[in-house]
């Protein structure tokens, strides 16, 4: 009986080691496509389909994530600094409530589009593996940098990759 | 008899789940500290290091060397 026990246990966990190890979106890849609400009620949703030929720099954040509120007026810079030659920036909230998010933005303005997703199913889909993420897709659709975590020193290293990557 | 008890072990791992990176704000909410109430939490804080002579040490890792 015992045996039989440990079986189901050991199965058990295997299946639930397993599920962890969905693949998570590495440099090379093609991007996951989107389509998601702005967290903007009066805003149009937004789709990775809708920016054809341009370089997005995604990055997910959420209020409650120190180093993710840091980055964020620092990409607001960098967005004002290469949108004329076709920079996106689509900075996803996974904030729940989404009110949460919102108090935030209401003190630090940014110019680029927030979406709003606050069952994490974006978040599930690039397979996030810590807070904040970002992932620069180039103007062919595939993934060029991943990068996880946010120091300000990162910005350099962050730049040269949106400068190397931007459409011609 | 065998069988049931398998049934009741897998059903339990099944309510296993991870926490994903972007759900920690969950763990953050007041409602998921030990105590919900700060000031009785400063209070049992304050007795804990009186008794234990030591500082620091009870939340996050490291602390307890006593030294502030």
């Known amino acids: ?37 702005s967290i903007y009620a009066d805003q149009p949703a937004i789709a990775l389909a809708d920016m054809p030929g341009k370089t997005v720099y995604v990055d997910f954040w959420a209020s409650w994530c120190a180093p ?39 003190d630090t303005p940014l110019d680029f589009l927030i979406p709003s997703d606050p069952e994490g199913d974006m978040a599930t889909q690039f397979n996030v593996i810590g807070m904040p993420s970002s992932y620069l897709i180039g103007p062919d659709g595939k993934v060029k940098l991943v990068h996880m975590g946010f120091r300000p020193t990162d910005m350099e290293m962050i730049e040269a990759a949106i400068v190397a990557n931007l459409p011609d | 008899m ?27 909410k007041q409602e998921m500290a030990w105590d919900s109430d700060p000031l009785e939490r400063a209070l049992n804080d304050h007795i804990f290091f009186s008794k234990e002579a030591s500082s620091g040490g009870n939340t996050a890792a490291g602390g307890g060397c006593g030294c502030n």
């Not at chain 1, 093609?30 to 998601?36: E, G, K, R, T």
């Not at chain 1, 007026?73 to 949460?100: C, F, H, S, T, W």
């Open chain 2, 2 to 28: 065998r069988l049931i008890l398998s049934f009741i072990m897998l059903a339990l791992l099944a309510a296993c789940s991870q926490v994903q990176p972007w759900e920690r704000g969950y763990l953050a």
């Open chain 1, 1 to 37: 009986m015992m045996k039989r026990g440990f079986l189901t246990l050991g199965l058990g966990l295997m299946t639930s080691a397993l599920v962890g190890l969905a693949h998570a979106v590495e440099e090379g890849d093609p991007a996951p496509d989107f389509s998601i609400p």
């Open chain 1, 68 to 106: 993710c509120l840091t980055s964020l007026p620092l990409y607001n810079d960098l967005y004002n600094k290469y949108r004329d030659q076709g920079l996106e920036v689509v900075a996803i909230n996974v904030d729940n409530p989404i009110e949460d998010g919102l108090d935030f933005l209401l």
